[in-house]
């Protein structure tokens, strides 16, 4: 009995010091590693997307959809002829959800800094290979609404976008026997969410493709932290 436990204190003791061994010679991050790394990985996602909005005729996603049935709504406007119109407020609406993600990187700034060290790791070690997005967005969505609603508002409005809006809602609603649900008149709060949703997704496919490719790990810290991640996460595998 006595030998046994001998032999448990000595596993423990190896287990112990071995963890504290890998800490000092830098195989583990530490703490504050973790979230230099997490702080890399989304600032690369965000300034894809930024990059993504700025051009948006590069990038087909982030242009304005209409809400609801997108593709019937679109086409049946052009079906009666309204291309031109249809044409002027899609490009106005994505104008105005461009101008409102040019202030999320400082409050993308400030929401890192309040991560916590337990809320790193746990983000870290994962199988959710959108798991800091998720948590990202989930804290900043309703700050971020906050934020967008007047730059949308503002850009809505000077751009006249509103009146066009109201008189293709007009023409749409009115139309007999089209069994859907009519457009609403007032769009800023939807394009505001639109544009947030587009942002996190594209932070969250480079989340993806950072966690899975150790070429797409721009930094030291974001090679050092996710590689020992994704390590951590394969032990948890059961074995074959």
Known sequence: MRKLLSLSLIALWISFSGCSFLKKTGLIPSELEMVMGLKDALSQGLFKSLDAFSNPDGNPLVRFAFPGEAEKIEKT?????????????????????????TVAKPLFIDAIKKLTIKDAAKILVTDNTHAATDYFKQSMKPG????????????IKVEAADKEWNAITGIYNSIPFLNSKPLENNLTDFIAARSIDLMFLMVANEEEQIRSKYELRKTDMMRKVFTWAEGEVKKRLPAN
Request: zero cysteines; proline letters at 3%; a positive charge.
């Open 144 to 155: 971020l609404m906050t934020a967008f609603r007047p730059i949308v508002d503002s850009s």
């Open 77 to 101: 406007l052009r079906d009666l002829g309204f291309d031109k119109a249809v044409n002027q407020v899609t490009g106005k609406f994505t104008k105005a959800m461009s101008s409102a993600v």
